[in-house]
């Protein structure tokens, strides 16, 4: 048996409301929430009584999709550093999204809060690209196809 598809990639937040304004200025759809909680959840999860919101959001697309939830039992746990990790810590590493125009895109994330890591860089003729922080610290890199 193969994989028949990538079906989400799950993030926990802290502020479900102001990620899902964030991926919605990025220009994803939110295609629905839910609160989840239940024996079903515990076991898939691996933590007992969990109690959690999602919110499931869609590219334009609707061949990807990211999982937003919210922990409000168990606690969701931060990471022990201060700052978030930087791009080369091991294990996920970022979410990249395909852009028409970074530039209009940077200007739109940063008034929810996003970080530009580096500089917009251009890869030969074909890309301009960049990394931001995005909500509770992801990494989200942006490309845009040129010439």
Known sequence: MTVQRMDNVGIVVEDLDAAVAFFTELGLELEG???VEGLWVDLAVGLDGVRSDIAMMRTPDGH???ELATYHVPAAVGAEAE???PPNTL???RV???VDDIDDTLARLRVHGAELLGEVAQYEDSYRLCYLRGPA???VALAEQIG
Do not use: N, T, V
Request: hydrophobic share 45%; no cysteine; proline share 11%.
């Open 83 to 85: 700052s978030p990790p």
């Open 64 to 66: 990807g999709r990211l």
């Open 33 to 35: 929430e839910a609160q």
């Open 137 to 139: 610290g992801i990494i």
């Open 96 to 98: 990249m999204f395909a």
């Open 91 to 93: 294990g996920l590493h």
